[in-house]
């Protein structure tokens, strides 16, 4: 038995598969493009590992996909590579339909042809997996109820089309070839290992590093925050007992302004690693001009994952959240060397005109 992943050098796909192999025998394959976003050094604990195969590659590859599938023999397919920082998306679309649609329509197609040609006790045990976000379904106001699977698909920038496309494609591979999928559709993710280019790790670094804390807009736009490891659990149970065609919510039922995520990463710092001055981190908060497009309000309906397949998440924010700058502060190395050229190239795009 193996589970093919992809994107599993990503910031969820590693930490899946480290959570994975800490816990089954199953060996993994691992599928990964290395973009900016890959990191192999956040796999380093599993070198030598003979359960662990990090393959470079595309999704959209159909020759080096088939040949991966005929030579491993996965039970299932977990779906994580993609495109996915929206910010990115709204520089740059093409990235982001070259893999999020065009590699995952290839990605389906190289699993289809495999799987329709396993002996039928194969073929009902193998699950596609796939990973995709609650930005889907647009943006919520303020009093509205939160996002359930039911929700109109509406989303608003090229990063969430781009996934909702992909999630179409796949319900249609189940639909119309019987291909057997499920679907979760996740909050923002944070901990460990998370790209510091999207809020949280941001923060974290930019505060240690005594630069501004560029807050979009009014800072009062609401994300629902669930902690990587929740999201990892979720992942696996959906795998174990999810059910055919069927598409779950995972959230952490932790909807927050952005600007108290980023008060709180200051109060944690100030007291985990207090400034010399004895100023507060938070005097470092600067409001910078607005995302174009930016969604006001997202929140996860997470019960019928919890109902029919007892899934709830271990973390509170409160919890989460003092792990996660717990390990910025333990991994100062990790950080620095993702702060690559390419890195600093995109901070300066983004950044320069505020
Ligand atoms: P990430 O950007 O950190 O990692 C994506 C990984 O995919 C990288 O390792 C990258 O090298 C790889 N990749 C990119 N294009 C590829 C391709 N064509 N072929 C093979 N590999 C490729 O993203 P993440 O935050 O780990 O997100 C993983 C998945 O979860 C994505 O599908 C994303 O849409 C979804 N998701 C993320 C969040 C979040 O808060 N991070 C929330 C909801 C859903
Ligand atoms: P992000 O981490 O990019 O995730 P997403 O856009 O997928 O929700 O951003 C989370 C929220 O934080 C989002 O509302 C945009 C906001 N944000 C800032 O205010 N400043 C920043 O520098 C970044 C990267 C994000």
Same mark, same amino acid.
């Given at each position: 038995m193996t589970l093919l992943v992809?994107?599993?050098?990503?910031f969820i796909g590693a930490n899946f598969v480290l959570d994975w192999l800490a816990q089954s025998p199953e060996p993994v394959v691992n599928l990964d493009k290395l973009t900016y976003a890959g990191n192999p050094e956040t796999l380093a604990?599993?070198?030598?590992?003979?359960r662990h195969q990090l393959v470079q590659g595309d999704i959209g590859d159909v020759d080096l996909v088939r040949q991966l599938l005929a030579e491993h023999r996965p039970r299932a397919v977990v779906n994580f590579a993609a495109e996915s920082h929206v910010d990115r998306s709204i520089h740059g679309p093409g990235d982001f339909i070259h893999t999020n649609i065009v590699g995952t329509f290839n990605l389906l197609e190289s699993v289809r042809g495999y799987w329709s040609a396993l002996p039928q006790a194969d073929q009902q045990a193998f699950r596609f997996l796939h990973v995709s976000t609650d930005e889907v379904y647009g943006s919520l106001g303020h009093a509205d109820p939160a996002f359930t699977e039911n929700h109109r698909y509406e989303p608003n920038s090229p990063y969430s089309a781009s996934k909702a496309a992909s999630d179409h494609l796949v319900r249609a591979w189940h639909h119309?070839?019987?291909?057997?999928v499920v679907t979760t559709n996740c909050s923002n993710n944070y901990g !460990?290992?998370?790209? !510091?280019?999207?809020?949280i790790p941001l923060m974290i670094v930019n505060a240690l590093a005594g630069k501004p804390l560029p807050v979009y807009g009014d800072g009062m736009q609401i994300r629902d925050w669930l902690y990587v490891k929740d999201h990892c659990s979720a992942i696996r149970r959906v795998l174990e007992a999810g059910r055919l065609g069927e598409t779950y919510n995972v959230g952490g039922w932790n909807e927050k302004p952005n600007i108290d995520i980023v008060k709180t990463i200051c109060q944690l710092l100030d007291e985990m690693r207090p400034k010399a001055d004895g100023s507060?981190?938070?005097?470092q908060i600067s409001y910078v001009t607005d995302r174009p497009g930016h969604d006001r309000r997202y929140a996860i309906d997470a019960r019928k994952l919890e109902a029919e397949l007892g899934w709830k998440p271990a973390e509170t924010f409160e919890t989460g959240i003092r792990k996660t700058v717990q390990w910025y502060l333990a991994h100062p190395e990790w950080v620095s060397n993702v702060q690559s050229g390419a890195y600093r190239e995109w901070v300066q795009k983004q950044y320069s005109a505020s």
């Open positions: 992809t994107g599993g050098a990503g604990s599993l070198q030598g590992d003979a119309t070839y019987g291909l057997p !460990p290992y998370h790209f !510091p280019e999207k809020l507060s981190y938070a005097s």
